[in-house]
């Protein structure tokens, strides 16, 4: 039933989806409040939540309704979250390389010139941590990456070192910042695996992104299989084949495929070296393909900003509506798909976020009622909460009668705490004085408070009074002070002398707002109203006027009729009772 949208999140039960197999977080967001994040292909990471409403969020039914409507909203990013990525960069320097690639640049120059473009990438997008670079011709052999005092594997990407140590490569080793020589004669990948597997050793703990460049085929080494295996424990292996001499499946001692198929990536063949700053920036490229909602199993329409597809990294916020949401467990998904690298149209990750909420109706009943105040001055309501089983007991209901004639009277709850019990309800009773204040329609008002929103209902209840007074014909004393008897001799009337005392009395009303009246059997004539105990002298005299006079002594009326007297009283609210004779015998007497 009743009540306001408004909810807060309560508690925060994130989880973190296992990883793509053969793929490794190319940035390991943290795990927020109702967030799910996978690994795509190229290691990127990829991450939905559902920000509202989460686990635990509660949302009550307006008064009046029967459903509610709740706003459903969250993000969808790529590739985007705190940097633990280690890259490392292994260049082919043989003397293959220094053949011409474009106008005043080598093969070698184009390589140099790719791996600058990639370090760059990485450090804008912000998903490496460190990165590394390893030369390889007929052997192989880790960079001195930093000006820092000693041999240093690994360094910020940021670091203008990076540039300095790209640029200082040569055909046959590099230069910058200890001299480092591996020959130019021969092709051995296997010196490139056991140089790159070198400096992964002393990374940190994150995920690793082996970048390999290649202009040739392998034709040297020996092991391949066991360097392979112990590089692809470490990392994520790139090959490239750069040039028409490089080939993906060729060499006599492993391939480029190979090393690919160790990582479940794939090998770029570019035959064109001059491609290769282009086709390289593929390794990072990723793109948020699509994202789509569901409240309980059944698909809803969900806004996107900005528009989908979006290049990485990125976060999108989607917004959508739950309409006419009726008390219960209410589940809401949302899923996100991406790709990378986003020249493949087949590396795509999908990841689901699921949130369960509840949903709480109010009632209190029943919406009307009427009593009987003379017989029954007590009434009972009953507020019920509905919503999800093992969810509605414990909350506070506060009643009281806000508007009516007992207004701000008291009552008793069961459970006596007024909060709800296992069924969800709570019964209110409260009982009013039979007095005619009390006649009249009071207002009920219960206020359920459901985590802080508060719905409020009211109730009627009408307390009536239809019951008519009950009235006596009561023998009393004349003016002598003594009672005569009755019946008199041979049973003439009830009281022979006609003395009556007229007494009524009443369920509501009290004796001060009773009216009697005493009327000739033998006329029309009505005498009265009189008040409770009053005591009158009846004499019935046939054929003569009806008269009233004042009595004397205790009697305070003397009345004459035609006939015997007939009384009946009337009460505050205008109930008649049923009529009783007071008979005497015709005069005199």
Request: aromatic share 4%; hydrophobic share 35%; net charge negative.
């Amino acid at each position: 039933m009743p009540s306001s949208q408004t909810s807060g999140r309560r508690r925060l039960r994130p989880t973190i989806a296992a990883g793509v197999a053969l793929g490794t977080a190319l940035l390991a967001a943290p795990a927020h409040a109702g967030s799910t994040t996978g690994d795509l292909p190229n290691g990127a990471d990829l991450t939905v939540s559902v920000e509202r409403p989460i686990t635990g969020d509660t949302f009550v039914v307006p008064a009046g309704a029967t459903t509610v409507d709740v706003p459903l909203s969250g993000t969808a990013s790529i590739a985007t979250g705190t940097p633990n990525v280690t890259w490392i960069y292994v260049v082919d320097v043989s003397g293959s390389t220094g053949a011409g690639c474009t106008a005043g640049l080598t093969v070698l120059g184009c390589e140099k010139l790719a791996v600058a473009g990639l370090n760059d990438l990485v450090t804008t997008d912000g998903s490496a941590a460190a990165v590394g670079l390893a030369v390889f011709s007929s052997s192989g052999a880790a960079a001195d990456i930093s000006s820092d005092a000693g041999e240093q594997a690994l360094t910020a990407p940021a670091d203008p070192d990076v540039d300095t140590a790209i640029t200082s490569i040569v055909e046959g080793g590099i230069t910058a910042f200890t001299n480092k020589s591996v020959g130019s004669g021969s092709t051995n990948y296997v010196a490139g695996l056991d140089a790159a597997s070198a400096i992964a050793a002393q990374a940190g703990s994150g995920p690793i992104n082996v970048v390999f460049l290649s202009d040739g085929q392998s034709n040297a080494g020996s092991n391949f299989a066991g360097s392979l295996a112990t590089l692809a424990a470490q990392a994520t292996i790139y090959p490239f084949a750069v040039g028409a001499g490089s080939s993906c499946t060729g060499g006599s001692v492993g391939t480029l495929a190979q090393m690919a198929a160790a990582s479940g990536t794939e090998c770029f063949a570019v035959p064109d070296p001059a491609d290769l700053p282009d086709v390289i920036k593929n390794v990072t490229a990723t793109s948020l393909t699509s994202v789509s909602v569901t409240l309980d199993g059944a698909p809803v329409t969900a806004t996107v900003a900005p528009a989908l597809p979006v290049a990485g990294p990125a976060t999108v916020t989607w917004q959508a509506s739950g309409e006419d949401l009726a008390p219960g467990s209410h589940t809401v998904c949302a899923t996100a798909t991406g790709v990378g690298p986003a020249s493949d149209t087949t590396a795509t990750q999908t990841v689901k976020r699921c949130e369960t909420f509840s949903v709480f109706g109010f009632a209190l009943t029943p919406p009307t009622a009427t009593n009987e105040l003379g017989s029954d001055d007590t009434h009972t309501v009953t507020a019920t909460v509905s919503g999800p089983a093992g969810e509605l007991a414990g909350w506070p209901v506060d009643f009281g009668i806000s508007a009516g004639p007992n207004t701000g009277d008291t009552g008793t709850c069961a459970p006596a705490d007024c909060r709800t019990d296992a069924t969800g309800t709570v019964t209110f009773s409260y009982t009013v004085p039979k007095e005619p204040a009390s006649l009249g329609t009071d207002t009920i008002t219960g206020t359920v408070d459901i985590n802080g929103d508060e719905v409020s209902l009211d109730v009627s209840k009408l307390w009536q009074d239809t019951t008519p007074p009950s009235v006596q014909c009561v023998p009393t004393t004349n003016p002598g002070g003594s009672v005569p008897g009755a019946p008199g001799n041979g049973g003439q009337g009830q009281n022979q002398d006609g003395y009556y005392r007229l007494v009524a009395t009443d369920d509501v009303w009290p004796a001060s707002d009773l009216d009697i009246f005493v009327k000739d059997t033998g006329s029309s004539t009505v005498f009265g109203p009189f008040a409770v105990d009053t005591d009158i002298k009846w004499v019935e005299a046939n054929g003569s006027k009806p008269s009233q006079k004042p009595g004397n002594g205790v009697v305070e009326w003397n009345l004459k009729g035609r006939g015997d007297a007939e009384i009946h009283a009337v009460d505050g609210s205008g109930n008649t009772s049923a009529t009783v004779l007071c008979t005497v015998p015709n005069a005199p007497q």
